[in-house]
């Protein structure tokens, strides 16, 4: 895990430097601070000497420089927070690498000895609430029956040969006696509501295989099985 973690660090603070994804293109018609002292001495040196420049002129300008040099001082010190703050947050999520999270998807992957959680919203008026669980390639699983549920969270762990719902063993046997073999799987949930089938919306465990810097400084997860995602998203951090 050390090795995996000092991978990914190396890679978020290389590749997706928060410098480079912060810094902005210089802008030709701005006017620093420099130039503007330049521009004022210039204007002082080329006055004409029958109409010299009043004091209360002078004292304007003086006025307009401080502006600008307090100004370029605060947009530093603003651009200095900024990417320690985001800098802060990169190596927060780097820790995050090897762990599980809970995303809106209806898909992700199994490994060998791992389980898979699902969370799924169940409307007020709901009946007879089943699972089908399908591969990569689309070909039907497992069906699991849930039967009639309470409104609210419902949380669901299979293991690709039991399946368990809010802490308790469903008395359902799978077709894969030995198990699933790994791999990405999809999983849809639906209800019968008012005489309709309803799909439920799902959220699902996926384990963070790398976290990565976004063009706007955001932080992106990519997630075993349902690919990137933004850390805003992450519905639940598991154990």
Do not use: C
């Amino acid at each position: 895990m050390n090795e995996v973690n000092s991978i990914a660090n190396s890679s978020l603070f290389s590749e997706f430097s928060i410098d480079d994804k912060t810094k902005d293109d210089p802008k030709s018609n701005e006017l620093g601070q420099s130039a503007f002292l330049e521009l004022m001495i210039t204007q002082l040196e080329h006055q004409d000497p029958l109409s010299p420049q009043e004091n209360t002129e002078f004292i304007a300008q003086l006025a307009q420089f401080s502006s600008v040099e307090s100004l370029d001082k605060l947009n530093n010190n603003f651009d200095s927070f900024t990417n320690n703050f985001m800098a802060n947050q990169a190596l927060q999520a780097s820790t995050l690498v090897g762990r599980s999270v809970t995303v809106p998807t209806d898909r992700t992957r199994l490994e060998t000895g791992d389980v898979v959680t699902a969370s799924v919203d169940v409307p007020a008026s709901s009946s007879d609430i089943s699972v089908d669980i399908f591969s990569e390639s689309g070909a039907l699983i497992d069906q699991i029956s849930l039967g009639i549920q309470p409104p609210g969270e419902l949380v669901m762990r299979w293991d690709g040969m039991n399946a368990e719902v809010n802490g308790e063993l469903l008395d359902w046997q799978s077709s894969h006696e030995e198990g699933v073999a790994p791999g990405v799987y999809q999983f849809k949930v639906t209800t019968n509501a008012d005489g309709e089938s309803v799909q439920l919306a799902t959220a699902l465990s996926a384990n963070v295989n790398s976290v990565t810097v976004a063009s706007n400084g955001g932080l992106v997860l990519n997630l075993a099985g349902v690919g990137a995602v933004e850390l805003t998203d992450v519905k639940q951090f598991n154990e």
